[in-house]
């Protein structure tokens, strides 16, 4: 099943399951608690981003070529960071290259997971039971803030810096690992590798953080990215305003944003 948030045609914030990709049947109370289906058929106007975490969560260096690309050492256990939770964008939406650091702002393709009932301190065995589902997510990144501040929060932080979607597909329906997972420039292939390269798999993951943190419902854990990004390359290549970057997921869909500078 596909999970959107979506903005109806008659102005309506709305959480529904995807008839196809105008049309979503509405859902009636918490996609997180009990809810049943309206059985009405909506048009949607726009997507949302499909879920409002109270978390972010995200994992560095999970693939090996990509820690090879950076020069970094592969971690021996999950390495975890924050992201702001302003930081998410919506599908379509812009990405705004933040004034104090325009410069070398990077993407990373992404699979997210979406916790769907409260964690803490579950095993692997059990761990993607309180798995939601999976969504697209771009971990975008302010390299020079990134490597001058010596620690990750403003460089991953700044706002529009997550985007998220299109929607969310069921754990019941997706193998989160094996799915090959890319991310194009405006139409170039950028990266393209598959989640079956993951030094720690979904379930490792979500059991991981469960032990440092308490995960509540929606709570996002981006799981890394894999090589090929921006900055490793010779020469670098950083995101501009009217680039259009685009994260694919196999089995979820695509995630599209365009780039701006900012205003004001």
Not at 128 to 155: M, P
Request: proline share 7%; charged share 20%; hydrophobic share 40%.
């Amino acid at each position: 099943m596909r999970i959107a948030r979506f903005i109806t045609s008659d102005g309506h914030a709305l959480t529904g399951r995807l008839i196809d990709e105008r049309t979503a049947e509405p859902i009636e109370g918490d996609i997180f608690g009990r809810h049943t289906f309206s059985g009405l058929r909506v048009s949607i106007a726009r997507l949302l981003a499909p879920v409002s975490p109270p978390n972010i969560f995200a994992i560095g260096r999970n693939y090996a070529a990509h820690a090879k690309e950076t020069g970094s050492q592969v971690p021996e256990a999950p390495l975890i960071f924050i992201k702001a939770t302003t930081s998410v964008l919506d599908p379509g939406g812009a990405i705004v290259l933040p004034a104090p650091a325009p410069n070398e702002v990077d993407f990373e393709a992404e699979l997210a997971i979406v916790i769907g009932r409260r964690a803490k301190d579950v095993s692997e065995a059990e761990a993607l039971e309180h798995v939601l589902g999976y969504t697209c997510a771009n971990d975008v990144s302010a390299r020079d803030c990134q490597r001058n501040d010596k620690q990750w929060a403003r460089a991953k932080g700044f706002d529009t810096f997550c985007p998220l979607g299109p929607w969310i597909v069921t754990r019941d329906e997706l193998d989160p690992a094996r799915c090959a997972i890319r991310s194009r420039l405006n139409g170039a292939v950028m990266q393209n590798s598959s989640t079956s390269d993951m030094i720690h798999g979904c379930a490792k993951l979500v059991s991981h953080v469960s032990h440092q943190f308490t995960l509540l419902p929606g709570t996002l854990i981006l799981t890394g990215t894999p090589e090929g990004v921006g900055f490793a390359r010779k020469p670098p290549v950083f995101l501009k305003p009217g680039d259009r970057i685009e994260i694919e997921v196999e089995g979820i869909g695509v995630l599209s944003n365009t780039v701006v500078a900012a205003t004001g």
